[in-house]
DNA sequence: GTTTATAATGTAAGCGCTATCATGAGCGGC
DNA sequence: GCCGCTCATGATAGCGCTTACATTATAAAC
């Protein structure tokens, strides 16, 4: 740009000083008396310089700079554990790139010549479910880029990675929000959303059929279906579960996947002549923003994400190997109500 | 980490070759004989061989790495301009990083400190409402780091400033809200957001008032009611703004700053019983994602925030010293309705 | 006043690349 | 068989820092 770089060898000189002077009072070391310290500290004010962060880490091989890798940004979900992770980095010094999920995808890139060659000083990697033949792929392309860098996991991570994670117990969370609707009377209860070829332990299906078990319920597989975690897809999923069964066999309740299939799934009850809550319960999960705002205010599983982000990034700088579960609550809003008897 | 980095050294030893040469196929260049290319490629194949970028910046002073500032990336209006901005610079090979609006605030940090240390390739700054007093400071951050690198501006620029932009036409955008609404028979339209001492051109309360006179429809102070950008702020303005009037001077419309704003408008106005939009129509700005499934769906404006990342990302890169205006349509839903005459 | 520890500063060797310039091999033309 | 080319490759000087290590100045100890 405009202003010719200004090196640490133009403080030196201009300051009458070596650079490995220059060099310490930029690091605040402790031995250098306070009259060059000043002085030097002038010059470095007046010419406006900073030094080069690459050239520092070319010698200390170290960029402070982390990258999280995310399935979409859109999805607020995710924006709120970019959002966590990135205040969090940023107390530490370091700086947080995003980059997609598809930088993971082998069939697209080298994953590791992408992100290994920025020798990024750690990698958050949010993991969603990965259908199997896609998961090894993954898999391998974490291995080898962890040659390269701390890898923290986030998100749906299975018990057998041995990555640091911060995972979220997403069968817990189904299972509670199974009881609770049981709680309140329901029997005929739906799920929708999730693969279903997938077969890992950690899905939210299967707190879904744990829960059955415990409420001593049926697992009807009519009220099981299948969708991609987006609110058209919820929709389209209710409209294709009511249509396939009749009226009296309706379910009294639906758990969406997450927040988006919910707004969907209300959205195509609406339109059904449906009324949520009285003849239909709706859950999701993630607690968007926008949750309190739809009609009725939504409930769903509030999970943290940003305090999830933030913990994640703590174990990428502290180097534990550690596994952690991210907690979570169930908000209670009007979407759910007592089924009527 | 655990493999020793291999370096160019390492691979040329192996190839039996000079680094140069090493160096040449790195970068694709043409005067190697093909024996040596592939003898060399195969080195950097079996070592798994990744060229620091960062060594690499320290001769060629590029990062390939860009920076983008954003008010929030909670809000998904700034989600989507991030999503845009990140693919179009993934296309180019760069990778983007999030800085929060604060980087820029002096009382905080020294802006050009942590951002020019860094030496990024450009920077993309979401400029949202500044208060004049916070203006001027925010602008000198700006031309300061504009002497380490290229900075492009997205949102809302006013024309006075010297940088590339992509700027949103807000004034434009009320002035047609305000005409799609009184085509709809509105007389009696309120606006919600905005800070109350602003004089800025581009504001969209000024449209708002051009609006209004286009229709001859007197501006009513009572009517112009100020909040932050929040669902929370927005519910909370129309609640006061009701309160102080009597029934019979209450708006038949809002117009909302934002989405956001506009969604708690719209339950704000449900919890006094007032129903949307037989009653009030509602609108909003930014067509966020919810939009479609709030009750009743929200018209809004879209404006194309991933289009514009993009976009700013392609000046940032190209060098280009232009200022663009962004697109943008209304996009109508059912919170809208005819007044009753 | 000489010796020694101690604090303050300087010297110089990298870090892993790129890029310039030099060198050498091969080759057609006279 | 020598000249001048071109093309492939090598040698090497940075890039702007950090960091041993060396050196000098200062003060404390004898």
Known sequence: MNSE?????????????????????????????????????????????????IARGMTTKTTHSLGII???????????????????????????????????DTREYDPAAMLAERRLDGLIVCVEYLPPDHEEQVLSALRDL???????????VPPAYDFPAVANNNAA?????????????????????GVEEDQDPLRRDVGYENGLRDARLPYIASYRVYCRGTAEDGGDALRKMLASLKEEYWPTAVIALNDLVAMG?????????????????VIGCDNLFCAPYLVPPLSSINTHQQ?????????????????????WELVERASCARVKS
Chains 1, 2 share one sequence.
């Open 5 to 53: 770089n200004v090196t640490i060898y133009d403080i030196a000189s201009d300051a009458g000083v070596s650079i490995a002077t220059v060099s310490r009072v930029l690091r605040g070391e402790s031995n250098v008396s306070e009259a060059t310290r000043k002085k030097v500290q002038d010059v470095i004010d007046r010419r406006n310089y900073r030094p080069s962060s």
């Open 70 to 104: 995310l399935p979409k940004l859109l999805n607020p979900h995710y924006a709120m554990i970019f959002t966590g992770a990135q205040e969090e980095a940023r107390k530490s010094g370091y700086t947080m790139s995003l980059f997609p999920w598809s930088s993971l």
């Open 146 to 156: 962890r040659q390269y860098m701390p890898v923290v996991l986030i998100g749906c």
């Open 173 to 193: 969370m189904m299972q509670e929000i199974v009881r609770y609707l049981t709680s309140l009377g329901h029997e005929k209860i739906a799920f929708i959303g």
């Open 265 to 281: 799934c209300m959205t195509a009850a609406r339109e059904a002549g449906i009324s949520v809550p009285e003849q239909l319960s």
């Open 307 to 327: 305090r999830t982000g933030a913990r994640a990034v703590q174990l990428l700088i502290s180097g534990e190997n550690k596994k952690e579960t991210a907690d």
